[in-house]
């Protein structure tokens, strides 16, 4: 679901009952659009990898508007790191009083992400397969000024 006419998937994070994204849409009907076809296309492999059939994503979804910097900036970081966050609280404790160290969410755009500040050591070659998003055309998604993490 690279991008479509008027809509485009710049990132994502697939969670256990729900899925985060950043888009880019045209208009509010190219969105609905765009999300209508990206629930499909989710189905489609969640049902294909766990060979079921039937609806995955439900109808609705919560859309915000981007209008700054660090509202961008904020929402990568939920985005990209939201698996991290998950994997943090699931663990008994802190190290140090730090979050222990994890690797970036496999279920997620973020290995694509070319503006970490950081990356972790095992994973500071780019991927060898072809990034499923698009590439950010609006000056806000596009914008490095900060790094994602």
Do not use: C
């Amino acid at each position: 679901m690279r991008g479509r006419e008027g809509f485009r998937l710049v990132h994502y994070s697939i969670q256990g009952n729900h899925l985060h994204a950043l888009v880019e849409a045209r208009d509010r009907e190219a969105l609905g659009r765009g999300m209508k076809a990206l629930g499909i296309r989710f189905a489609k492999a969640v049902n294909r990898g766990l060979r079921r059939t039937g609806p995955v994503v439900s109808d609705r979804y919560h859309a915000v508007v981007l209008k700054a910097p660090a509202q961008v900036r904020n929402a990568l970081r939920y985005v990209l790191l939201n698996g991290r966050r998950h994997a943090a609280q699931g663990r008994e404790g802190k190290r140090n009083g730090l979050k222990a160290s994890v690797r970036l969410d496999p279920a997620s755009s973020a290995r694509w992400f070319d503006g970490w500040s950081w990356r972790p050591r095992e994973e500071r070659e780019p991927p060898a397969a072809p990034s499923p998003t698009s590439e950010p055309r609006t000056w806000l998604l596009a914008w490095d000024g900060g790094g994602g993490g």
